[in-house]
């Protein structure tokens, strides 16, 4: 059972969009991403997280900008959406400790189709 | 620079049989962590596996075992009596020290019934 939502979990819209993808998570991690994966590909890092008010840009550039507000929310916001932001978008998180050997924990998803 | 390489795009298998899933990786690092994570088709990718670098013991969770040969930078997932649910995309995946995981492009493993 998956205690990191994200919603919506498939969106369809049109170009110039403003589009937020809700991230949430009930288990008190400090470390959240936002992973880019094109059907059938590799995950591509394009935001992380260390706590509340950090926020680093990952390895794929993206246009996507982040916030991290609270501990528990890790929003992702595209101000105006392209077709080429098509893609699944995967929301992880993992708790912050001495010891790295912490997998992360991942959302469904969200499917975003631009038009 | 780190990379993860699964050389095997696509696998199928029978039922019942056992199958290994092929990864080798690069990195500088002498202390980092292997996982092979698990993303069944429009399901949640949910962790396998994991490996520390330096444990020389095979990590093994019941059907599921790993071949870490560290000098050769080798992660193979052995996956025993296959099942039709084990069907899905497999990710290899490198963690350093930074907390950041590059992930491999993906194995898609069918079973076949």
């Known amino acids: 059972e998956a205690d990191i939502y994200q919603t919506p979990r498939y969106l369809v819209i049109g170009t110039g969009k403003k589009i937020t993808l809700e991230c949430s998570q009930t288990m008190g991690h400090d470390k959240m991403y936002w992973y880019q994966q094109d059907p059938g590909m590799e995950l591509h890092l394009i935001h992380y997280?260390?706590?509340?008010?950090?926020?680093e840009k990952g390895d794929l550039s993206s246009e996507s900008t982040v916030s991290r507000i609270r501990t528990e929310h890790f929003p992702l916001t595209l101000e105006s959406a392209r077709p080429s932001h098509t893609s699944q978008y995967l929301c992880a998180s993992s708790p912050l400790t001495g010891d790295s050997n912490q997998p992360q924990h991942f959302g469904d998803g969200t499917r975003l189709s631009i038009l | 620079a780190q990379t993860v390489t699964q050389s095997q795009p696509e696998m199928s298998v029978q039922e019942a049989e056992t199958v290994t899933l092929s990864c080798t990786y690069d990195?500088?690092?002498?202390?980092?962590?292997l996982f092979w994570y698990k993303q069944p088709p429009s399901r949640q990718m949910i962790l396998v596996i994991r490996?520390?670098?330096?444990?020389?013991q095979n990590a093994t969770e019941n059907r599921f075992s790993v071949n870490f040969q560290k000098a050769a930078k080798s992660f193979s997932l052995k996956i025993s009596d296959s099942q039709l649910g084990d069907t899905a995309m497999y990710f290899c995946?490198?963690?350093?020290?930074?907390?950041?995981?590059?992930f491999g492009k993906g194995t898609r493993l069918h079973i076949l019934p």
């Open positions: 997280s260390y706590g509340v008010n950090s926020t």
């Open positions: 490996q520390e670098a330096y444990k020389q």
């Open positions: 995946a490198l963690m350093n020290r930074d907390d950041k995981i590059i």
């Open positions: 990195t500088s690092e002498n202390n980092y962590y």
